[in-house]
């Protein structure tokens, strides 16, 4: 069995996490992710003149899970909330020295996190309507959420994704790998819990096509 090796940074934010619990009547909150497909993220905070003056979070899942949410919340406070908005998972992985590729999705868990907790809070003080339109286009904006590891590009760029059909719910795609791709069950796995969480989506179909 590989060993996954962890940045001195990630294995100090796993030890010793900053803004871990919940904050009481928040302005914004979220969770993302599923205890079933493993990590799942919360996220909490409070804005004031624009800022985020308070932000906290709650992780269930690995290493990488805690120290994403650590080093997350760590960047957006005090940030105003369109910087925060900003930021990338890039950002988080660059902040912490990087990630072993398996687990890169924990850093878009983690704006994923702040972002949704930010557009509750539009939602909620500000009157914004975040509206979404499930269509292919949507269906192809998530599944660049899902980090192929080998590269680490997401699935769609990389080019992965050879066919893709939303229709009555359902999603219809095909992907290639190559047949000793050790990264494929990690990559569907990824795909069916992005998708899963979609809540226009009731099935997805995934072919996998070998070359």
């Not at 269509?135 to 192929?148: A, G, P």
Request: glycine residues 8%; aromatic residues 8%.
């Amino acid at each position: 069995m590989a060993v996954i090796k962890y940045t001195e940074k990630v294995i100090e934010h796993f030890k010793n996490p900053r803004n871990v619990g919940e904050i009481e009547n928040p302005d914004g909150k979220a969770t993302v992710g599923s205890p079933a497909c493993g990590d799942q993220v919360s996220v909490f905070l409070n804005v004031e003149d624009g800022k985020i003056s308070d932000i906290k979070f709650l992780s269930y899942g690995c290493a990488s899970n805690i120290a994403t949410g650590s080093i997350v919340t760590e960047l957006s406070k005090g940030k105003t909330v369109e910087q925060a908005k900003a930021l990338t998972w890039k950002d988080a992985l660059e902040e912490l020295g990087g990630l072993p590729p398996v687990k890169v999705h924990c850093s878009i868990l983690a704006i994923d996190g702040l972002r949704a907790a930010i557009h509750d809070y539009e939602e909620k003080v500000l009157g914004i309507k975040h509206e979404r339109i499930i269509d292919e286009s949507y269906i192809i904006e998530e599944l660049k959420h899902v980090i192929y590891p080998k590269t680490g590009e997401n699935i769609i760029d990389a080019k992965l994704v050879k066919y893709l059909k939303y229709e009555d719910k359902e999603v219809y795609m095909e992907i290639s790998f190559d047949e000793t791709d050790v990264y494929k069950q990690n990559v569907l796995e990824e795909i069916n819990e992005h998708l899963g969480e979609i809540k226009g989506v009731e099935k997805v179909d995934i072919k996998v096509v070998e070359y």
